[in-house]
C-alpha cells in the first residue's frame, strides 16, 4: 500500500514539474502567448472579443493603454525588434498618445494603430477594428471579373494611397493600393480613409480597358453576417483545368490552404495530367494572399526535382531567436505516375502575398519555373509567420511577424521577385499561354 501511495506522489510530482515546464516555456519563449488564436500545442487565455459598433469610444488613458500594449507585443515577438522597438517605432507610439484628446473613437484608434505598424515597413503587420464589416455589394464579383478600381469621388487610387499610405502597411506600393482598392469596398474602410459620403461614384476600368463610373449609395452596403450571404467568400479555393488544345493544364489557387481536401484533390488533378498527357502546367497564383506554406511542400511532391533549396531564417521565440540556414531539402515523390516532366508556369500579381510569394520565389529561384505576370506584393526577403492579438480597451486586433525568411538567391535579397515575363496581372494567363505556344 506504501509503495502504491509513494508512486501516485512520484506520477504526480512528474506531471506537476511537466505542467510547470510547459507553462514557463509558453510564457518566456512562445510567441502566441496571449494571442487570440493560439495554435494546437501553444498555450494561451486570450480570446477574440468583438465592439459592438463603430461608434464606441475610450478613454485617453485606455487608447495610451493599447499603444503600449502594442509596443510590448512588438518588444516580445517581432524579429526586428529583438533588441528592443526602433526609434522610428517608438516616436510614432508617442506621437500618437501625445495626440489622443479625451476620449478616443474606434477610427481614431485604428488609425493610430495602423501607423505605429507602418513604420516597421512590415507588411504582414496590420491593425484593423473589431466591429462588423458593411461589403459594397457586387464589387468583390467585379474585381474577380477582371476590373480594376480606377477612383472613388474622382479621386484616383493613387491619390488616395498617397494621401493615406501612412496608414498602409506594405513594402512595395502596388501593394499599398491593392490594400487601398479592398479597404474601399466596405463602408467602414471607406470611413477609415476618410473618403465615405452619401453617394459614392465608383469608377472601373474594364479588362479591355473601357472606362465605367457606377453609382452607390448606403443602402448598397450589406452586413455579410446578418445578409447570410457568401458573396464575399469562395467555397473552394482552389481548382483545376486541362487545356489539351493548347497542351496545358492550369491549377489555379486563390488561396493557400492546406487539408486532407486540397491533398486529394492535388493527387486526382496530377492523375488527371497524366492521362491527358499535357507537357505544360501553369500555377495561378494571381490575388493569392497566401495562407499556409506546406501548399508549397505538397506541389513539390508532384514535380520532377528529387531535391530543392529552401530559404533559411530566423524565428523570435522571447528573447532568443532561432536560426536556420538555407539548405537542400530532398522531395519524397508519391509515385511515379504523378510526376509531372514538363514545363511549369507560375503566374503573379501585385496582390499575390506571403505564401503565394514564397512559392513562386522557391519554384524561381530554383530554376524550376518561369514566372509571368507582375512582382509578388511583398518582398521573397522579408518577415511573416504571423501571430495575432488585440488591444485591452478598443479592442483592436492587430497581426505581427514572428519569422524573418531570407531569399534562396542571396544576390537578390534587396529586390522583389520579378518575373521572367513582365506583364499585367491581367494578361499573365495569355501570355504564358503565348509563350507555350511558341
Known amino acids: 500500500m506504501k509503495k502504491n501511495h509513494k508512486g501516485m506522489i512520484v506520477v504526480c510530482a512528474v506531471l506537476a514539474v511537466a505542467f510547470i515546464t510547459y507553462f514557463v516555456l509558453n510564457i518566456v519563449f512562445s510567441p502566441y502567448w496571449n494571442s487570440v488564436y493560439a495554435p494546437t500545442g501553444y498555450l494561451s ?9 463603430d461608434g464606441e469610444t475610450v478613454t485617453n488613458k485606455q487608447a495610451c493603454e493599447d499603444i503600449d500594449y502594442i509596443i510590448k507585443r512588438l518588444n516580445r515577438v517581432h524579429p526586428a525588434c529583438i533588441d528592443g522597438v526602433p526609434e522610428n517605432v517608438a516616436a510614432r507610439a508617442e506621437a500618437e498618445k501625445a495626440a489622443f484628446g479625451e476620449t478616443v473613437s474606434q477610427y481614431e484608434m485604428w488609425r493610430a494603430c495602423a501607423r505605429v505598424l507602418h513604420e516597421l515597413c512590415d507588411a504582414h503587420c496590420i491593425a484593423a477594428p473589431s466591429f462588423p464589416y458593411n461589403y459594397l455589394s457586387g464589387y468583390s464579383d467585379m474585381l ?4 480594376e478600381l480606377v477612383s472613388v469621388n474622382g479621386a484616383s487610387i493613387e491619390d488616395i494611397f498617397r494621401e493615406n499610405s501612412g496608414l498602409i502597411s506594405y513594402e512595395l506600393e502596388p501593394w499599398g493600393m ?3 482598392e479592398g479597404l474601399a469596398g466596405t463602408k467602414e474602410g471607406l470611413k477609415y480613409l476618410g473618403i465615405y459620403s452619401d ?14 463610373t457606377l453609382t452607390f449609395t448606403a443602402n448598397d452596403f450589406y452586413n455579410l453576417q ?7 467568400t469562395s467555397d473552394v479555393p482552389y481548382r483545376g483545368e486541362i487545356d489539351k488544345k493548347d497542351n496545358t493544364a492550369i491549377l489555379t489557387l486563390e488561396s493557400c ?4 481536401d486540397f491533398r486529394e484533390f492535388l493527387y486526382e488533378f496530377f492523375l488527371d495530367i497524366r492521362d491527358a498527357g499535357v507537357e505544360n502546367l501553369i500555377v495561378d497564383l494571381r490575388g493569392n494572399g497566401g495562407g499556409s506554406s506546406q501548399v508549397l511542400d505538397e506541389l513539390l511532391i508532384y514535380l520532377d526535382h528529387d ?3 529552401a530559404p533559411g531564417g530566423e524565428w523570435r521565440l522571447g528573447p532568443y531567436m532561432m536560426k536556420w540556414e538555407s539548405e537542400e531539402v530532398k522531395v519524397t515523390h508519391l509515385d511515379d505516375v504523378t510526376v509531372f516532366t514538363g514545363e511549369l508556369y507560375v503566374l503573379t500579381s501585385h496582390d499575390s502575398f506571403s505564401s503565394s510569394t514564397l512559392i513562386a520565389e522557391t519554384l524561381s529561384d530554383n530554376g524550376f519555373a518561369k514566372i509571368v ?16 492579438f488585440q488591444t485591452p480597451n478598443a479592442a483592436v486586433t492587430f497581426q505581427l511577424s514572428t519569422k524573418k525568411f531570407l531569399r534562396i538567391d542571396s544576390s537578390k535579397a534587396d529586390q522583389p521577385l520579378i518575373p521572367d515575363i513582365e506583364c499585367k496581372g491581367s494578361e499573365a494567363l495569355d501570355k504564358a499561354l503565348e509563350d507555350i505556344r511558341k
Open 226 to 232: 446578418a445578409s447570410g450571404t457568401a458573396e464575399e
Open 178 to 180: 491593392s490594400t487601398i
Open 257 to 260: 490552404v492546406y487539408d486532407m
Open 373 to 388: 505576370g507582375e512582382p509578388c506584393g511583398n518582398m521573397p526577403e522579408g518577415y511573416g509567420e504571423i501571430v495575432i
Open 144 to 147: 474577380g471579373n477582371g476590373y
Open 307 to 309: 531535391k530543392f533549396i
Open 45 to 53: 487565455f486570450a480570446s477574440m472579443r468583438n465592439a459592438e459598433s
Open 199 to 212: 453617394e459614392l461614384q465608383y469608377t472601373f476600368a474594364s479588362p479591355d480597358g473601357e472606362t465605367e
